[in-house]
């Protein structure tokens, strides 16, 4: 792992991905998945990394997403990083394979960014605002214990579910406690 990781250090130092894409309506640069693919294929072959992208798409009660994994390799190691991003059937002027292909590009570049230690906390955007005044709220969320998530899958059970996924906004979950809550008798 040590051989990967010296490899993999040297490119996220060299690494350089401007933002070489302008959005006119909110006024902003931005990087795009593309953009950083661009900069980086030179830079694997270069210290010879091998790197593969894959998508799987979920479910959690009603809310579908996108799920991205980067996997970087040199020989027999790997490093992987994830990222998500949901899936709106329903975005204006889109079909449904146009709303796929976008969430598919937004959770790649969040990928990349974890891979490669690209920040975007200051990029369009994380911080983009459509020219409208945003308040700014720190969220912090609930620790889930056994009896919260037992009280849950019971609410779904009679028949509170949509109750319950709105709540779940308010607790820190995983993937695997939402499903069991969401599907108790699974």
Known sequence: ????????????????APKNQR?????????????ILEAVKPLLVKHGLAMT??????????????????????????????AQAGIDFNRKGMDIAQSFGSSSSYARKYALNGMFLIDDTKDA??????????VTKTVTKKKATKAVKEAMAK???DGKRD??????EDYELTEDDMKSILNPQL
């Open 1 to 16: 792992m040590k051989e990967l990781q010296e490899r993999l250090l040297k490119v996220q130092s060299e690494l350089k």
């Open 53 to 82: 992208i894959a998508d799987q798409v979920h479910e959690v009660g009603s809310y579908a997403y996108v799920e991205s994994t980067v996997m970087v390799s040199y020989e027999n190691e790997r490093i992987a990083s994830t």
């Open 23 to 35: 959005n006119n309506f909110g006024k902003y640069n931005y990087r795009s998945c593309e953009d």
């Open 125 to 134: 955007d994380a911080t983009n605002t459509h020219g409208k005044t945003e």
């Open 163 to 168: 109750a319950v996924v709105k709540k779940m």
């Open 155 to 157: 609410a779904v059970a």
